[in-house]
């Protein structure tokens, strides 16, 4: 068995898990590249099916043709989508797009709490996410089956030890467990498996007429492209095997201060 | 293009021994740091006026850091000209154990780093002991900081011979060990010219010789079941080929409960049809004969099956704040199995760093956190296991305290029965039959309510028979059931009574509060009467009605031909010569039910299937009904 069918193998069982152990069960798709590739490892799971809702949480500022592509998927492939806004903010304007906020509180008010309204409205116990642990140091120390206490918030210092695929799905209530399947993923790896599963990724990932492409995908205001000549997947898949800049430097958030992304994740972002 | 091949490392070894400045050192010599880093964080040292340290690098990027360094990348993996490596789980200071041993469980390999200059420590020893309790058989000792002892070969011989000595009494045999000093890059990348008595390999050789873990191809088949999906009008039994391998046409032997089929489809989606699946395959398979199967079940070849017991000897390491205590009651996992477990009595409490035998004043009866025993657990229901010998992924398990894992284990070698055909002679192992207790207690204890499973149907329509295999069937589940049967039940509680139609109520009514009483006990009540006159079941639904339990009536129902031409006693011969008055369905009428719980055609399907419908019946009423519990 080669090591990407060993990824696939392993993220199925891990979706698995999480669809026996949790009654209310969601996934975030971020209609990235990441979260897409989840999504199709779950049709591997569930044989073609979807047994779960999708949440998107919608910041109103993505880019527009993410939308798009979102919607289509949801038609082709039959899946169930909630669809998660923070109403409240996005009324009273106090977005960085406007002026009124730094990145990192747009992000925390827009992303992270209009997450957690969406998981409290839903009663969302078990919540899968893509993210990978070559990502960003914060995420580098997380386990599969990681959980959130009742404000949402991951202690890191004291984590749930994780032996032999023996997951935390006991936990109390009130509190939830972030499911995350592509841990071990790198990614290189997403882009392999892309390539051999011909899964369908938005045409922002290719370098365009001007030399750009994104590498990763957030709201328009704070996501810039990279240079690049990829136009394919095979051609990103080279680009990775020599590149030295680390996947998320077209993140403006992260940037902010030294521990923007870490201060985010310890109170409930992604 | 062939994906990239990576290995999961551990880097363990005992505090300041000097992991991070390892690590930074090889991240540095693999070329894999981000541009500028080195400079940018020499260039802070210098600033302030300290000496840049490579531990430094490592804390940056694992972000516990000092506060003016910046981070905008994160690699935690590096890259040979072999493949890539990921090293798992960054040192913390904080449950360094728990992190440890978490790292090392997911971990092919692992590099212990030795200080040349402490020689072996504590956690030397202990982390030697774990990492071959959690399985790790590739490992590279790297004896550290040779500097301070001015690259001495003696010193790293004495320091090779000690801890080989002490890995030998735990039977664990290192790959080999190499003289370094992660401070300079000694035999990290390169030989170094201080240890010209090394002749190799380096670090980074040494690594790229460990090999990615196979999985286990040549090996009895495990199966353990994950999930039964019903997304159509299938049943796809869901689960990872553990050991060995599976094919279409295999005869499967689900342990515990005995049950055997067939092998009809592999299921994948998106992927070339195959009609085999090996070790370490997520798959889907559907059945030829469908029986009740669920979450837990371990499928192998009738030839080579798993043990199946209750109670099993085990080398297991506590990591729970609370002791791990005998009297107790904890959650067992193995595979994918669930069940209560307590200690049923330690043998032996043994100090991981000296693996000396722990001896404490007084009580004696529990594990202490980071400690290891031998022991001996015994579970609620029979478990079906392997030796960790002998097929790794069924012979390890959790324990939970509570919400959380707090120990892990692997089952050790011991003489353990065989499995018999004969699957009643688990009898003998069912414990746990302690007293006072609420019908909801019972319930959560019991894994099922008590139910009254009422049988109706022709004479010759098959009752007797399904309610018997369903008994067995529920019994070897390890849920209570019992078939109250029609004889006993004329030989005492209805002696006094003949077969007029007032005595025959008189009968079903005693039946009905017969089986009510087993149902409040907790228990599954089967009965297998004709019970011919619908106003007479009606009563039985009335009587159970009032109290917490359910009435499922059943309608085993044949056509009257299919019974008469079955006739295993004879009776409707009898009745058609008129040697036999009152004949239901020859000369007394047999009211069919309007509205069963559950209506079994066994004229079209198997025995089987009509144990199957009725174990699927009641176990979706007892998801609802331990849920609301």
């Not at chain 1, 680009?239 to 430097?249: A, C, G, P, Q, Y």
């Not at chain 2, 002991?129 to 011989?157: H, P, T, W």
């Not at chain 2, 089967?526 to 059943?554: C, H, M, W």
């Not at chain 2, 409707?572 to 008129?578: D, E, F, G």
Request: aromatic fraction near 8%; include cysteine; hydrophobic fraction near 40%.
């Amino acid at each position: 068995m080669d090591y990407l069918a060993k990824l696939e193998n392993q993220s199925i069982y891990i979706l698995r898990e999480a669809f026996n152990k949790f009654e209310n069960l969601a996934m975030l798709w971020s209609i990235g590249k990441d979260s897409t590739v989840l999504l199709w490892l779950a049709r591997k799971a569930f044989l073609g099916h979807v047994p779960f809702p999708l949440v998107h949480v919608d910041t109103t500022y993505k880019i527009a043709s993410m939308i798009e592509y979102r919607d289509r998927l949801v038609r082709d492939w039959n899946l169930q989508l909630v669809v998660g806004k923070n109403e409240e903010v996005l009324k009273s304007g106090v977005t960085y797009p406007n002026g009124k906020a730094t990145r990192v509180e747009c992000c925390g008010t827009l992303k992270k709490d209009g997450l957690k309204a969406v998981l409290e409205k839903h009663h969302f116990t078990g919540v899968i996410v893509g993210v990978r642990r070559d990502e960003e140091p914060t995420r580098a120390k997380e386990r599969y089956f990681s959980p959130r206490d009742k404000n949402m918030e991951w202690n890191v210092e004291d984590q749930p030890p994780e032996l032999w695929d023996q997951f935390k799905t006991d936990f109390e209530k009130g509190t939830h467990i972030r499911i995350h399947p592509l841990l071990h993923w790198t990614e290189l790896n997403i882009w392999e498996y892309i390539e051999r599963e011909k899964i369908p990724v938005i045409p922002l990932y290719f370098a365009n007429e001007k030399g750009e492409r994104y590498r990763s995908l957030g709201c328009a205001p704070c996501t810039f492209p990279i240079k690049s000549s990829a136009k394919t997947v095979h051609d990103i898949i080279e680009e990775l095997r020599h590149t030295k800049t680390s996947e998320r430097s077209g993140r403006a958030q992260d940037k902010e201060s030294e521990d923007a992304f870490e201060k985010l994740r310890r109170d409930g972002y992604m | 293009m062939t994906p990239t091949e990576q290995l999961k490392i551990v880097i363990v070894g005992h505090v300041d021994h000097g992991k991070s400045t390892f690590v930074g050192r090889l991240f540095h010599d693999t070329g894999s740091l981000p541009e500028g880093k080195l400079e940018q964080l020499q260039k802070i040292a210098e600033r302030r006026g300290v000496p840049f340290e490579w531990a430094n690098l490592m804390d940056a990027l694992q972000s516990e850091r000092d506060q003016n360094i910046t981070i905008d990348t994160a690699q935690i993996w590096f890259q040979t000209k072999k493949r890539q490596y990921v090293i798992i789980d960054a040192p913390g200071h904080k449950e360094f154990l728990k992190n440890m041993i978490t790292g090392a469980a997911n971990a092919e390999a692992a590099l212990l780093l030795i200080d040349a200059n402490e020689g072996i420590q504590e956690q030397s020893r202990r982390h030697g002991y774990l990492l071959n309790l959690l399985g790790i058989r590739q490992i590279a000792v790297l004896v550290n900081k040779m500097d301070l002892q001015e690259y001495s070969q003696d010193r790293f011989e004495q320091i090779e011979r000690d801890y080989r000595a002490f890995l030998k009494t735990i039977g664990v045999e290192p790959k080999l060990f190499i003289p370094i000093a992660a401070k300079h890059g000694d035999n990290i990348a390169t030989l170094s010219k201080n240890t010209p008595w090394w002749t190799g390999p380096t670090v980074l050789a040494a690594l790229d010789e460990f090999k990615v873990a196979e999985a286990p191809d040549n090996q009895p088949l495990r199966f353990p079941i994950q999930d039964v999906y019903r997304f159509d009008d299938r049943r796809i039994l869901a689960g990872r080929v553990e050991a060995g391998s599976i094919k279409v046409g295999d005869k499967l032997l689900f342990s515990p409960s005995n049950k055997v089929s067939t092998v009809k489809t592999i299921e994948r989606w998106n992927a070339p049809e195959i009609s085999s699946a090996s070790a370490g395959e997520s798959i889907g398979v559907t059945l030829t004969e469908q029986i009740f199967v669920e979450r837990g079940a371990v499928a192998a070849l009738e030839t080579d099956p798993p043990y199946e017991l209750n109670r099993f000897k085990a080398r297991l390491f506590w990591l729970g704040r609370a002791p791990f205590k005998m009297g107790r009651l904890y959650k067992l996992k193995l595979a994918t199995q669930e069940a209560e477990c307590e200690i049923a009595s330690i043998e032996k409490i043994i100090d991981a760093s000296t693996l000396e035998t722990v001896v404490r004043d007084g009580d004696q009866n529990y594990v202490g956190r980071h400690e290891v025993a031998e022991l001996t657990l015994r579970t609620k229901r029979p478990f079906a296991f392997d030796a960790h010998s002998e097929i790794v992924s069924t012979g390890r398990f959790v324990v939970v305290d509570g919400f959380e894992v707090a120990g892990g284990g692997i089952v050790a070698d011991d003489i353990y029965p065989k499995r018999t055909a004969d699957s009643l002679h688990k009898s003998g192992n069912i414990y746990w039959s302690h007293g006072k207790v609420t019908p909801q207690q019972r319930a959560l204890r019991n894994g099922h309510s008590g139910c009254v499973v009422w049988l109706t149907g022709l004479s010759g329509s098959g009752k007797s028979t399904i309610a018997t295999e369903l008994e067995r069937e529920l019994f070897n589940h390890g849920q209570h059931a019992y078939v109250l049967d029609g004889d006993n039940v004329r030989h005492g509680l209805g002696s006094d009574l003949g077969f007029s139609p007032e005595d025959r109520k008189e009968n079903i009514r005693r039946i009905g509060e017969v089986a009510k009483l087993f149902a409040n006990a907790g228990m599954i009540c089967i009965t297998a009467f004709i019970s011919p006159y619908r106003a007479d079941r009606d009563l039985v639904r009335k009587i159970l009605a009032g109290g917490p339990n359910q009435f499922i009536e059943v309608f085993v129902n044949a056509p009257l031909a299919v019974c008469e031409q079955r006739d295993p006693k004879g009776l409707y011969a009898k009745a058609r010569a008129n040697e036999i008055k009152e004949f239901t369905g020859i000369s007394a009428p047999y009211e069919a039910p309007d509205q069963p719980e559950i209506e079994l055609n066994t004229d079209q399907i198997t025995v089987a299937e009509s144990v199957a419908r009725i174990m699927e019946y009641l176990h979706v009423q007892d998801e609802g009904t331990l849920i609301s519990i």
